[in-house]
Nanobody
Framework: QAQPVESGGGSVQAGGSLRLSCAPI????MGWFRQAPGKEREGVAV????????YYADSVKGRFTISQDAAKNVLYLQMNSLKPEDTAMYYC????????????????????????????WGQGTLVTVSP
């Protein structure tokens, strides 16, 4: 199976918006994860692609939206009202085995620190939010 490939990162001022893209959609559990300098990797949002169920970390609820476009075979992360603390390398990752009940557990603290919880990881795209 093809590895995820991200795009769409960049620099923006606080309060601005960015949309990240990831392709292809080829595994049942997919999501966005981030790692800020000096911090552990953490889950941002995940989607169970079979039924479209979405889940978010508390820190991004109401500001970020994860979605999938089946026709284009692309996963998105729409990020609004960005804050300086959102600055990080953002990774798209996917797994073929995690079922609907387990997929959202990837957002729990410590679940993605080592990366072994998921089959495949993209190279990452940098998001920088200035004050």
């Amino acid at each position: 199976q093809a590895q995820p490939v991200e795009s769409g990162g960049g620099s923006v001022q606080a309060g601005g918006s960015l949309r990240l893209s990831c392709a292809p959609i080829n595994r049942r559990c997919m999501g966005w994860f981030r790692q800020a300098p000096g911090k552990e990797r953490e889950g941002v949002a995940v989607i169970y692609t079979f039924d479209g169920s979405t889940y978010y970390a508390d820190s991004v609820k109401g500001r970020f939206t994860i979605s999938q476009d089946a026709a284009k075979n692309v996963l998105y992360l729409q990020m609004n009202s960005l804050k300086p603390e959102d600055t990080a390398m953002y990774y798209c990752a996917a797994d073929s085995h995690l079922d609907r009940d387990v997929c959202p557990t990837l957002l729990e603290e410590g679940m993605v620190t080592t990366g072994g919880a998921l089959d495949a990881w993209g190279q990452g795209t940098l998001v920088t939010v200035s004050p």
